[in-house]
T-cell receptor, first 114, second 110 residues
Framework: EAGVAQSPRYKIIEKRQSVAFWCNPISGHATLYWYQQILGQGPKLLIQFQNNGVVDDSQLPKDRFSAERLKGVDSTLKIQPAKLEDSAVYLC????????????FGNGTRLTVT | AQSVAQPEDQVNVAEGNPLTVKCTYSVSGNPYLFWYVQYPNRGLQFLLKYITGDNLVKGSYGFEAEFNKSQTSFHLKKPSALVSDSALYFCAVRDDKIIFGKGTRLHILP
């Protein structure tokens, strides 16, 4: 099966600019996750979708971050305006949705904010 | 609230020796436990999981993990380490959401 696709792989922007990341999950996976991984730390959940509905966005900084899942398939994560502390790798993952199912991760987008 | 701890930032093991990467957890209900591996510039890859049943779980690439309910631990093990096992390893616990540990860098010395 094709894996989780993410683009771009790398992005460099200046603070206060905006940026968007795209994710295409594994076909048929109902649940989609966006994680933020800061260097030296484990992934932190930003938002979880079940089909096209939001299940958990409790750790999403909603004043600057937004995400949507179009028609329950692809997803876009946006940051506007970016801050220096947003420099991180943004990982998208998908799964079948039940508690037994492991997550399948994309290769991530490395964001550098200068 | 659920939590997961990986007490070691780095583990060094000589090739051919057994390896252990430690993980302890805290959940309110029955734990769903996972191990993932991350190679440079890649996403996390699933290694193995514990849901219920046998305390010793076998996974990919010869790895296994031992679930210990009394010690709330889920340590990752391999009988004989390979240089190619060098990577970043994450333990994760699932209760109402999936929480990852901070990761342990495994360095296998040739």
């Amino acid at each position: 099966e094709a894996g989780v696709a993410q683009s771009p792989r790398y992005k460099i922007i200046e603070k206060r600019q905006s940026v968007a990341f795209w994710c295409n999950p594994i076909s048929g996976h109902a649940t989609l996750y966006w994680y933020q991984q800061i260097l030296g730390q484990g992934p932190k959940l930003l938002i979880q979708f079940q089909n096209n509905g939001v299940v958990d966005d409790s750790q999403l900084p909603k004043d600057r971050f937004s995400a949507e899942r179009l028609k329950g398939v692809d997803s876009t994560l946006k940051i506007q305006p970016a801050k220096l502390e947003d420099s991180a790798v943004y990982l998208c993952a998908s799964s079948w949705g039940d508690q037994n199912s492991p997550l399948h991760f994309g290769n991530g987008t490395r964001l550098t904010v200068t | 609230a659920q939590s997961v701890a990986q007490p070691e930032d780095q583990v060094n093991v000589a090739e051919g020796n057994p390896l252990t990467v430690k993980c302890t957890y805290s959940v309110s209900g029955n734990p769903y436990l996972f191990w993932y591996v991350q190679y440079p510039n890649r996403g996390l890859q699933f290694l193995l999981k514990y849901i219920t049943g046998d305390n010793l779980v076998k996974g990919s690439y010869g790895f296994e993990a031992e679930f210990n309910k009394s010690q709330t631990s889920f340590h990752l093990k391999k009988p004989s380490a390979l240089v190619s096992d060098s990577a970043l390893y994450f333990c994760a616990v699932r209760d109402d959401k999936i929480i990852f540990g901070k990761g342990t860098r495994l360095h296998i010395l040739p």
